[in-house]
């Protein structure tokens, strides 16, 4: 309980911020009973001289009349003020609305400067965006033709060896010169074995057995051919 | 019992001056309370300030008030309030009332005991003359 306490009360000991609960009542309490100063304390007001009393008589006349005329002619300056709309409520209504005004200008400005600085940002981003957009486009044509350009090289190259009609009997020739047989079975070292040994011109009547019903391997390889120099392999 | 409040004569506001300052230093507001009946004039129940009043005189011997003549109009004409003896005889001095007859009658008395102070002066300062006199007939 003190600790709390100490950490919600000041630093300062004569704080009159906190302990004050409520403002207390003007003058005495009615059950006190008067000072003795005020006690039977008697005031005997001097006598006044008879010709300030004649005085006084006249001029508290005139002056209450005086009075009561200002106060007509008070009144009458205020509502011709405030008919005029110079009043007390018509200058406080003015100063309302300028004090008004100058703050909605102040919004709008500020407003106006969140929204460039919203708009700038926006288009810097739209614009990269659409530079990158661009970008990879312009990229992908260009990989396409580098791409395109090879193949249309190595098309034009291989186009050498195309078979046309003024080159076909040629390469008919050539072909029929040099048959490429693919029918062999191949060890590790790198030995090829050709069975049936593969013939230009056939000689005699083909076998009538083509397929590989029966296991060759059983049979003793009959037609070898050499294998090919070691770095010519595979 | 608590002060009756008839409400006949009711809604009536006053200008007086309240006491502001330090010990030995008084200085007064001029202030709008609200009416009579409802207790005695305190921070508290102030309405409006309308003016100062310094009581003590400044360095060039003056003693300074100001008002604010606009609200006071407003006060005293539409809203009728009554006003203090004190703040009756400010006014006046500043021009916008009449001089309040009390003020007269203190000039007047104030007029005549400076007068019989400036005579017993006078008095005071003929009496060595005789003296003065003696002595200066011989020198010349």
């Known amino acids: 309980m003190l600790l709390n306490r100490c950490l919600l009360s000041p630093a300062s000991s004569n704080s009159s911020t906190l302990n004050r609960r409520r403002t207390p009542k003007p003058g005495k309490p009615p059950i006190l009973p008067p000072a003795k100063k005020v006690l039977y304390k008697v005031v005997h007001p001097p006598w006044m001289k008879p010709e300030d009393v004649k005085e006084l008589l006249w001029r508290r006349h005139t002056y209450n009349n005086a009075v009561v005329s200002l106060r007509k002619v008070f009144k009458k300056e205020i509502e011709a003020k405030e008919a005029a709309g110079l009043g007390i409520e018509a200058q406080s209504e003015k100063d309302d609305l300028n004090e008004l005004i100058l703050e909605n200008e102040r919004r709008n400005n500020e407003a106006a400067l969140k929204r460039e600085r919203q708009e700038k940002e926006e288009y810097e981003k739209m614009k990269a965006e659409f530079l990158g957009y661009i970008e990879k486009k312009l990229s992908a044509q260009a990989q396409n033709a580098k791409e395109r350009t090879v193949e249309v090289k190595k098309m034009i190259e291989e186009s050498q060896n195309f078979v046309t009609k003024e080159n076909m009997d040629e390469k008919l020739k050539e072909a029929l010169e040099n048959p490429v047989v693919f029918d062999y079975c191949i060890d590790l070292h790198g030995n090829k074995f050709y069975d049936p040994l593969p013939m230009k011109y056939v000689e005699g009547t083909p076998t009538r057995q083509k397929s590989r019903a029966f296991d060759r391997s059983l049979v003793r390889p009959r037609n070898i051919e050499k294998p090919p120099p070691a770095s010519a392999a595979m | ?140």
């Open chain 2, 1 to 140: 019992m608590r002060q009756l409040i008839n409400p006949k004569t009711f809604g009536r506001p006053s200008i007086g001056l309240a006491l502001f300052g330090c010990t030995n230093r008084p200085f007064y507001h001029i202030c709008i309370f609200p009416d009579r009946s409802l207790g005695r004039r305190f921070e508290g129940n102030i309405i409006e300030q309308v003016g100062t009043f310094d009581p003590l005189p400044n360095a060039k011997n003056e003693k300074l008030v100001s008002m604010n003549i606009e609200r006071l109009k407003y006060w005293i004409g539409k809203r009728n309030a009554q006003i203090s003896v004190p703040v009756l005889e400010l006014l006046g001095l500043s021009g916008l009332f009449p001089i309040h007859p009390k003020a007269y009658i203190r000039a007047k008395d104030q007029r005549e005991t400076l007068a019989q102070q400036v005579a017993a002066l006078q008095i005071a300062a003929e009496t060595p003359a005789p003296p003065e006199e003696t002595e200066k007939n011989p020198e010349s």
